[in-house]
């Protein structure tokens, strides 16, 4: 902090800032596992990793393809003679075979009901840079766009530290499941403008994260016709769109306004191949708007984010095979409907409920029954007793902007089946623990009331205030030594 006061005229208000968020304290649940990660026989008393959205199910399959298509990889002898084509500077357009075949995967991906138009593809860092792109378009310093809660974190930082631009939450409640209703749009928005703020757009994850539900077709009509009323922009992030792994099935914005009424120029879609195909690390993000002047001004400014072309190379071949495609997403989707049965049914055994869903690498955990207090005091005292001595690091509902204290997002898809049935074993425990704590003698040696942390079941709720102006953090660390990847899931 020093450093920072010193060069407070040196450098610039964004390097002196903390609009990135890693201050957090949402990270001590990263560094915790970083100074201590679980391993089967090296560290068995490790902290679990539950709090980064990885796809790592299916890398078998990928494994497979890679080694019977030697020639989609330029650094092998089978395509090496392709080496130089690929290295040297490329169009911004992206490799005509790449988009076209994206364009192809997310046709495929919404079920084949919509054709995606390889034009209006405009690639960027992962949906990061996407997200970010996309608002750079459409909005100006002190603009503002609503975010149903509870949202992804780092929209705070992605949308907001380099742009300019400002959140509003638009308040979803449990008692709905969550959901996006027009009352609640517009009481956000109605807001907004007493408090001058201009309002440029909405944006909405589907499939959610954290939740893991989707919207249904009618909940996407009223929002449109909504964003078309009030003439302000729709950002729709389908990142996790073949997350999906039971009916019903994914519907993206592109089908839903094919049948409406509505202004296309406001409509707009950020994808990525993070966690679909499971590929964070490749960077694989896009822009597609319906709207050419974003088309234009969102490809001028990839040139910041481009995909490399060893990337677009690589995945241009792999895509276009349509049977190994169609094999991947639909064992992708097996395997993370039996991965989400298999937490879910285990911690419904001890009397942990979820939110009802059928995507995503997440599931929504309801936690309230546990909370000391019914505030995000109390939520931030269970997530400590989660980390540091069930050495689970799940994320807090508060890290989301969740207006109720009480509910954690639990990652299931970045883990081996083992490590699955050691983290249940140590939620089992600390569950039935804390049920027998609550009805044994106060003078017993207890851990969690040793700690003052001894777990009420009452169902009692209070509304705390600050849960209305949380902190805006994310949970996902840029630990040490890998300071990128981690840091945006
Ligand atoms: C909703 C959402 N959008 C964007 C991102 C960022 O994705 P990428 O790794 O492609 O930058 C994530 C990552 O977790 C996410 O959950």
Known sequence: MEFTRKNKQLLSRKATNDGHGENSPYFDGWKAYDS??????QNPNGVIQMGLAENQLCFDLIKKWILENPDASICTAEGVDKFKDIAIYQDYHGLKEFIEALAKFMGRVGGNTVTFDPNRIVMSGGAT????????CLADPGDAFLVPSPYYPAFARDLRWRTGLEIVPVDCKSSNNFRITRAALEEAYEKAQRSNINVKGVII??????????????????????????????????IYA??????????????????????????????????????????????????????????????????????????????????FVGNFLRESSKRLAKRHHVFTKGLEQVGISCLKSNAGLFFWMDMRPLLKEQTVKGEMELWRVIIDEVKLNVSPGSSFQCLEPGWFRVCFANMDGETVEVALDRIRKFVLQGKEEDHAVPETSKRWQKKNLRLSFSSSRLYDESIMSPPMISPHSPIPHSPLVPAMT
């Open 242 to 323: 073949a997350t999906v792994f039971s009916s019903p099935r994914f519907i993206s914005i592109a089908e839903i306004i094919q049948d409406m009424d509505c202004n296309r120029d406001l409509i707009h879609i950020v994808y990525s191949l993070s966690k679909d195909m499971g590929f964070p690390g490749f960077r694989v993000g896009i822009v597609y708007s319906f709207n050419d002047v974003v088309v234009n001004c969102a490809r001028k400014m990839s040139s910041f984010g481009l995909v490399s072309s060893q990337t677009q190379y690589l995945l241009a071949s792999m895509l276009s095979d349509e049977d």
């Open 36 to 41: 201590d990660p679980y391993h089967r026989s």
């Open 205 to 238: 994850a589907n499939p959610s994260n954290p939740l893991g539900t989707i919207l249904d077709r009618e909940t996407m009509r009223s929002i449109v016709s909504f964003i078309n009323e009030q003439n302000i922009h729709l950002v729709f992030d389908e």
């Open 129 to 136: 840079g996407a997200n970010e792109t996309v608002m750079f």
